[in-house]
């Protein structure tokens, strides 16, 4: 991408983010601040560009506003940029914090989501009188001439602002799932890092499939996301003394602190800082898409004044207890879990056998033949995106279940490595086919805990099989040293004629299908096992996914 282009899409991004329209001035501003060195001549110069090719329209002599065609461009068009915007976000939102809880005024960091009934209310008002959320106050504005409900709750980057103005930095780690047994706070069972990553983490796990908030308040078991930062040891009690004094005026939600450097629910707490966690402060909006009511959650979306939001109620009783701080199995992060599965492939490419790494998901039995025609009819109709490979796995423990495995795109590191060559998993990604074909979506395999196909598809972000939406894949985007090209050309091409699916093979310093590879390297695309489980499950069939499971003989597989 041009740097030309680079700044375009920078223009979008201030665009989408201003309510009304914007004039050259304040575009060339916001630039400047961004660290580009734009004048106003520029920016409109720009800006004629950005309205020829329907990314933008001049309002009058008010300014100009982006199109939803804009829209469109920013979401996709810069996705490598996007692995790192989600944390500056946060670092944005953090220093836009200016709350004062002595004199309880200034602007907060809030979540915004849009339901539908009143019974949806209902549970965001339980969840909060259970002390699962970050505070009681809230704004409710009913959209007239609508059954829309926009709901706005305090986020927890709201702590981290205070903090940080009171001389505190606080670094936002990760969000993920805390696991609670008899109402105690326990560890933490997935992570995401706020690094590296084109989705926010609280985003990636906010759906039913992964949270259990209800059984929290009703049996005191369950999960519930939560987030992580530290914070440096020497500012550990006067942080307490704040977060007592924010708990007493409304705003808590803290799980944890941590002692210096001990580590706390199953994290590692570096020397000479302290853990916080605090509980997501869309915590409410999950209960409410457990419950399969319709609703549409914004995560961390905005900054607000305080004075705008009042408490939804006074009866606030806490169902969970304190944290004991019990040492825990330390949780490790993908990349880390999967290299000794990485080094045991074997694969032999020139007898076509030998172990690779492969994906199991289960899904009832009464249901196989269903499923295996879905996958030959999808992988027919797009035999270059869809691996054909397949074996039918007993459960280990329900007859009623058969398991489907399939390719894990790791084996393709595996076989590289195998032969000499040094190949990294960087990124499962959503891959838009296109043209070119371009990444939307990207997760770092080394800042997540869950594989970042399962978590797309728990999110229902693949359209593998829907003819009235552009299709949208899984793939992965893998780093290989620019000295091993030729030979890894030559493997991959071999590897993509027995049926492994090689998407791309990029260049250096290229930008392959909107990701991008470190300086001396080159990056390679490659299709997801998972594609055919995402085909499944979209046409109804109900799926028990699983991910890189276990190692299988690739010569005892059968071929769609």
Same mark, same amino acid.
């Given at each position: ?47 004629? !560009? ?102 706005? &709750?305090?986020?927890? &980057? ?204 289960? !899904? ?41 495995? &399939? ?17 990294? #998993? ?9 043209? #070119? ?74 930008? /392959? ?12 695309? /490659? ?34």
């Amino acid at each position: 991408m041009s740097e030309s282009e680079h700044r375009m899409i920078e223009i979008l991004r201030i665009l989408s983010e201003q309510e009304k329209p914007t004039g050259s001035k304040l575009i060339a501003d916001e630039l400047k601040n961004k660290g580009f060195n734009l004048g106003e001549r520029a920016v409109r110069y720009h800006m004629q !560009i950005l309205d020829e090719k329907g990314y933008t329209e001049r309002i009058g002599n008010s300014g100009r506003k982006i199109t939803q065609l804009g829209r469109e461009k920013l979401e996709k068009g810069l996705i490598y940029d996007q692995v790192d915007s989600i944390y500056s976000k946060f670092e944005e939102r953090i220093y836009l914090t200016d709350f004062n809880y002595m004199s309880q005024e200034g602007k907060v960091v809030v979540n915004t989501s849009t339901i539908y009934d009143e019974e949806s209310l209902n549970i965001i008002k339980k969840i909060i009188e259970n002390d699962l959320s970050v505070s009681p106050y809230v704004d409710i504005n009913r959209v007239s001439n609508s059954n829309e409900i926009e709901v706005t &709750t305090l986020c927890g &980057t709201t702590i981290d602002g205070v903090l940080l103005n009171e001389g505190i930095p606080s670094q936002p780690k990760y969000g993920g799932l805390l696991k609670i047994e008899d109402s105690e706070p326990i560890k933490f069972t997935e992570l995401m890092s706020y690094k590296k990553t084109s989705l926010s983490p609280l985003d990636a796990f906010s759906t039913k499939e992964f949270t259990s908030i209800m059984d929290v308040v009703e049996n005191g078991n369950g999960i519930i996301p939560a987030n992580f930062r530290l914070i440096p040891g020497i500012g550990r009690e006067k942080a307490i003394n704040i977060i007592n004094k924010l708990d007493k005026i409304g705003i808590g939600g803290v799980i944890a602190i941590s002692e210096e450097g001990k580590d706390i629910l199953g994290l590692s707490v570096p020397e000479g800082m302290v853990g916080i966690s605090i509980v997501a402060g869309a915590t409410p909006f999950c209960a409410v898409q457990e419950e399969d009511l319709d609703i549409n959650i914004k995560i961390s979306e905005e900054i607000k004044d305080f004075k705008s939001l009042s408490p939804i109620t006074s009866k606030i009783k806490p169902v969970l207890k304190k944290t004991r701080h019990i040492q825990q199995q330390k949780i490790s992060f993908l990349l880390s879990k999967t290299w000794n599965l990485i080094q045991q492939v074997n694969f032999d490419i020139e007898k076509i056998k030998g172990d690779i790494i492969s994906n199991v998901s289960f !899904i009832d039995a009464d249901k196989i033949d269903k499923a295996l025609s879905i996958m030959e009819e999808t992988y027919n109709e797009n035999p270059k995106y869809i691996n054909p490979y397949y074996k039918l796995i007993n459960h280990p423990n329900d007859d009623s279940k058969i398991g489907l495995a &399939t390719i894990c795109s790791l084996s393709i590191d595996g076989i590289l490595i195998d032969n000499g060559i040094m190949s990294t #998993p960087r990124y499962g990604g959503l891959l838009e086919l296109s043209e #070119p074909p371009l990444f939307i979506d990207l997760i770092s395999y080394n800042g997540s805990t869950e594989d970042p196909h399962k978590i797309f598809l728990a999110k229902n972000m693949t359209s593998i099989t829907k003819d009235n939406e552009t299709t949208k894949i899984l793939a992965s985007f893998k780093e290989i040293p620019y000295i091993s090209r030729d030979y890894s050309v030559h493997l991959l091409e071999i590897l993509n004629n027995i049926g492994f699916s090689i998407y791309k093979i990029g260049k250096p310093r290229e930008v /392959t299908y909107n990701a991008k590879a470190d300086n001396y390297n080159f990056g390679i695309v /490659t299709g997801s096992g998972l594609n055919t489980i995402g085909a499944i499950k979209e046409k109804g069939i109900n799926v028990e996914v699983k991910a890189i499971e276990k190692l299988l003989p690739f010569e005892k597989m059968n071929r769609l």
